[in-house]
């Protein structure tokens, strides 16, 4: 490899990676943090035009994003609970990803994961509000949990469903924390090392509420 | 209540809460730390001599403490797992405490919940190694647990047990975190945190390897 | 048990347990945070429909959800205050909880354990603004707290009250920190820490302003 | 599934889970930590009992522990540098996982993870001491990267390596912090911290020194 | 040196150190947190009159003081993006400073890196987006770094740009954490960890998304 | 003393410590803090009622209780600086008590310190802005310093004013921390344990923005 | 004040500041950490010589030192417990500050406050054994708490006793947490974190296991 | 550059960056922990060889490594204090760091600074012992500050030496926190917090006990 040769697109303000899915099978993704929605609605146009049949997409959007990429990019897939946008046509899925969530309150997390499971080629079905206060909810769906090529199990609190998911089934799974919770939860830290320290092995843990890196970890171990 | 008429032992290097039991039904315990061994056994006699037929205990005892209490008070019970001494005969028991623990590492904080069960007056029995990878194991007890009076559940790493306990059966229920595991585990605060973030409610947790509190706490619930 | 009968309420979002009483004695509450107000009037209902002769509760209510519940569920009380609601009757007291408050800017954490203790099937009364800095307005209730069947007992900053009381009498005591407090207060985190380093024993911690899951284990034990 | 038929070894000390394999498709591993020589070697033996054609895992041992599995169990493999110990045929490898470590100190877990790579049934690799500060070493490596089925990057200090790699290579990642540095390594935690915030997506953490929990995963990915 | 004899300018308010020039070669700086509007504007316009042919900052503005600025100083330079103001002409430059930044999000802490080092004498460029997991951005500017006389390196998430960058050059380099990330980025915690962890050596870190602090060093090292 | 004894004032809301002064020769002071306004009123007539001829203190007051004060008793003194109200005749003056403050924006916490020495019977005078990068500013004022009773040291970020100031004076040291900073300041968390650790003996330290407690007890050491 | 010409000893591995006395009215004192034996010998020789009629002070000597002190400098007091060494006659002393541990195990640390408080030419008294658990204890010496002219309060596990004595007398008090406690008390944090947070006014706060600067500001504040 | 051709050394358990001069003008320098003494020789033997006329150097190394490289290379420097080693002829000095050290007990670091800045080919001179607790000793000393090209500023506790320093003089600082401190100073996190945290600008971090790191950046600016 050359490394002066990958392409890069220099927007001005930003100066995108535009080989990534050279390199990673994947092309890069907008981070909508910390930048101005016009920003987000130009970066999310060029990924299209160099990937124009291959979904891009633009995670953590503000409202004001979401609601510009609404207006200026109307063949926009936005999705309002996982405050996403995604452009152009999903690959076709190869194998399947479930993305488990112990509680309701979970659902941004899980839909922003589910999102990106599709966008990055892989098939994706949702289990939500199973948590381990109810096993029976969870027992009712083993079978489901094992025929997955890849599990996303997303939790808060005490983040102790993907210990117990991971006792019943051996699919590769991806354990995402989420911020919900209040006190010793310290915004996600207590559910995050739960997963950290979970005594069921095969679990690899991403960042607070990020079902993005799931997402696209879950996919890559499904398509395979 | 005159507050300055309450009995106290003035040994020198202690002051001794001779007047415990009155006010709270048990007996001052010792704390072995930071102590010399021969203030162990000198604290222990002098609650012995106080409380002739209530048995009194001295616990986190250094190698050399629980020596000289061997060979001091021959008549103690030295309980080498549980690293505590207990000298005088057992309360008749009240009620049944169960002591829960997730795996075979933890049986040094389990025994010292066990034995501190005991001393302060209520029935215990344990269970061992029941951790929610394999959650078999626990439902195989589920009918002990709803029987029990009180539950004493002791797990280290993520701490997950005492939530799935604590879905399956309403028993008032004492968590105690241990310092069973590394990195991430942060010496028994990952388990600390995820035992107070638990998603079932009724759950009262303890210091970290803290059998004796949760011992305690247990056996007052138990012996009502 | 079979764990695959128990039975479960699908509302699309949620998959309500609906069995969780007949396991554990109680019925399911509503955690309000991350739930829209229409989720939380639905969920409410849905806990109502199945336990019609006894009380369920929704805690951690926005004054959005407050509103909707008090407009949708006009039978409905709602503790603003607590920031919590409840429908059906309340079950009739066995025993006696009392809730003890270091001061008066915890009235919240205090009415949230109070409502739950009531809606949990236990008697309780409510002693306020009882701090250790002025110890005479503890020592002249001394004889309340011994006439208890259990303890909840609330305070922030230091956390200290829980330590004093359990000095006091033997009731069990289910400590609460409160998030009253600044700077190194943490956010609650050193009441917690407080409580959880006690030298009284027979105390179990709950989470940072966790008036619920204190008056749960109180209303069981109490009731007991 | 039936919860309460599933097998269980009672050994007196420990309830052992000999389900594990028939549930998740690998056999149970026993933690060293805090578990007696005797106890390692008597949960050794049982679990090659029950699994005679498929090699059994012991992790974090004791020099002890290492010394008696190797007396009383001569037949075991005794990996001294991944401090673990291996009782029985390796399974037939299926898939190539590559075991990346950023510095020569980060053997020990290096070696933990590709022998649970290879007890877990897939085929391993390892290419060592590649860290960022001389990109030239891995760069040239770039090509046995991409021709993975599974990666694990084990890296201490800033634990920068992982975001590198999936920066080059779309290969589903498992990220291991080690707990080499000081000071403000915080033993581990910053090079964990910096896993879980990296820039490059697909990457799984595990906990700090993990190399076990790391290699099940990359296994389960690399042999589907 | 008497220490008594330095100029000090009394504002009631402030005791401005007047005489740091004299002392150190750069004039004081207004650091706006927790000023009213008037004041930056009343310390601006005093500092400028002790230095008026050496431009004079202020950092860290609210809106309403760049607004009171732009009003009451028409001469100002106000940098919206740097949240900075400047008073009075540029010193000519000496030496080169690269302001490199990981991200697009990067770009008010690169702005007020990239003021600082102009108010204090040095030439400044940026380089923009150039995270670790598109190195070829990076290697395409390899020569322009090593030409440099001083480096400052933002970086938020995981903070490894900085190790990768010290790997590459060996050009005195000042790392700047930013804040970019959420959950487990801790407020750019994680990233001040990475790099003070770094594997390079020659790396000196400042506070998070403190630019003015590494523009000051980086100038004073290159106008050397 | 019968504890049972000492006076408290029940207002519903509150158990007014109305002894305190009795005890410790100084009234209760009202903790603004998650107290609604009208409460605040009325706590403070209370203490005004007690105490009529010796001043009471109202502290972190939000803007609507300042308000409420100023309308409701308008004979009381509201400093918005300070956020804290006070009622009745300042006691005279015993011994002199100096507030030092490393910065203009620690003006709220110096503040508040100086009218708590005020109001518990000291002679106070402030000298502001004498932060140690600029140590002409201290060493001018050494004299000063050394003619107090007492000093009240506050600074933000790293803290280190207590540390040279006592290492200048051998006068008994107040040291507040203050939450001026950003980032790594951690909220004021760095400048408390700067204080804490201070090379200069003789420091007491208190939470971070509490002038009431240093003022309180830089009162009581000054007046003795 | 000319501070270039405060003497200083130049010893080649030290720059004694033997000025200390002259400007804060004591003697520099020597902290054994991080010092060779030889070193701390010479340094009590040196600063004896510099003050031969008032005593001078070596702390937290590992017990080599102490050893060699005692063979070295045959005059000079060990104390064991205290784990430091003093040299010189005591100053006669003024005022009485009284040292208040809540347990036995604080013995070490009360030692060294005490010897300080002596050293440092106040009187001194030491409370053994007075934790909250046990009221009546505490109570039963108000009278002797109130008569002080400062307190040292030392206390382990939650740090609640300077609370309790803050409510109960207006005498200055200096708290010192202990690290006794083990789990959640994080090595006498969260006793730190309780005195900070302390309901009770008046307490200044050293470092964990501090009695020497506790026993400096206590001695400063009595003999005024 | 082509980054595939930089060279590197094979050594089996190492893959050496013999490349890192070339790209950087530094020599890679072997970090001793977690390395066998035998690999420690192998690696400074390895380094001498690719850079005979230029001294490369070990770091903190084990008493067992010092000892190995001093009897298997005769020729090396073995420096017991800075706990390095260095092997071949110092560069000719360019430029003057000065390494400036609070205390008599951060020697180990300081010397460690000053070895590798006279390695990396700059001038050295050391001044010990001017903690700001005696701030004469430092003012004396402001002149050889001033004229330094760079400066190295070792503290621990609360590390406040580096902002003193750096209001006095405006020479490029780089700081380092030492771990000498107990309690609350966290392992040297404190002092590291300060001094990231420092009022005066123009200062670089480094890790705690990092004067490796120090004294590479210093070299790198005092040469230019
Ligand atoms: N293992 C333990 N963990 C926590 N607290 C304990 C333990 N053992 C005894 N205690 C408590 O510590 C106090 C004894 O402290 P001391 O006066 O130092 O012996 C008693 O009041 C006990 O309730
Ligand atoms: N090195 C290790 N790190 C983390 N978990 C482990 C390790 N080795 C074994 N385990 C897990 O710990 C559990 C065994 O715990 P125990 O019942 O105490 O032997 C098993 O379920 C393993 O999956
Ligand atoms: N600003 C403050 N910071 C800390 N404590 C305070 C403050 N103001 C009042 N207090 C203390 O808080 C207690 C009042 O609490 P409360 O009963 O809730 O009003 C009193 O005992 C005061 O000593
Ligand atoms: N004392 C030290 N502290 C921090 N980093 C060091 C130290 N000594 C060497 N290093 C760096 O650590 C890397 C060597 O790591 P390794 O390959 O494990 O020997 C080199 O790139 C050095 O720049
Ligand atoms: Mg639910
Ligand atoms: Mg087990
Ligand atoms: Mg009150
Ligand atoms: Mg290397
Ligand atoms: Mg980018
Ligand atoms: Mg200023
Ligand atoms: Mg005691
Ligand atoms: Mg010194």
Do not use: W
């Amino acid at each position: 490899m050359d490394p002066t040769e990958p392409r890069t697109q220099d927007l001005g303000f930003a100066r995108l990676d535009v080989d990534r899915a050279a390199r990673t099978g994947d092309p890069e993704v907008v981070l909508g943090q910390g930048k101005r929605p016009e920003q987000v609605v130009t970066l999310l146009r060029t990924l299209h035009r160099e990937h124009p049949d291959r979904a891009v997409l633009a995670t953590r959007l503000a409202p004001e994003a979401l609601d510009l990429v609404a207006r200026e990019l109307p063949q926009a897939t936005v999705d309002d609970v996982a405050r996403a946008a995604m452009l152009g046509p999903l690959p076709s899925p190869r194998g399947l990803v479930l993305v488990v969530a112990a509680g309701t309150s979970d659902a941004p997390v899980a839909a922003e994961a589910a999102l990106s499971v599709a966008a990055h080629g892989a098939g994706v079905r949702r289990v939500d509000d199973v948590g381990v206060a109810g096993l029976h909810r969870l027992l009712a769906v083993r079978d489901e949990l094992a025929a997955a090529d890849a599990l996303v199990v997303v939790a808060g609190m005490e983040g102790a469903l993907p210990s117990v998911v991971g006792g019943l089934v051996g699919v590769p799974l991806v354990a995402v924390p989420s911020s919900i919770g209040y006190g010793a939860s310290l915004g996600g830290v207590s559910a995050l090392l739960g997963m950290l320290n979970s005594c069921a092995p095969g679990i690899g843990v991403v960042n607070i509420d990020n079902g993005y890196g799931a997402g696209v970890l879950a996919a890559r171990i499904a398509r395979q």
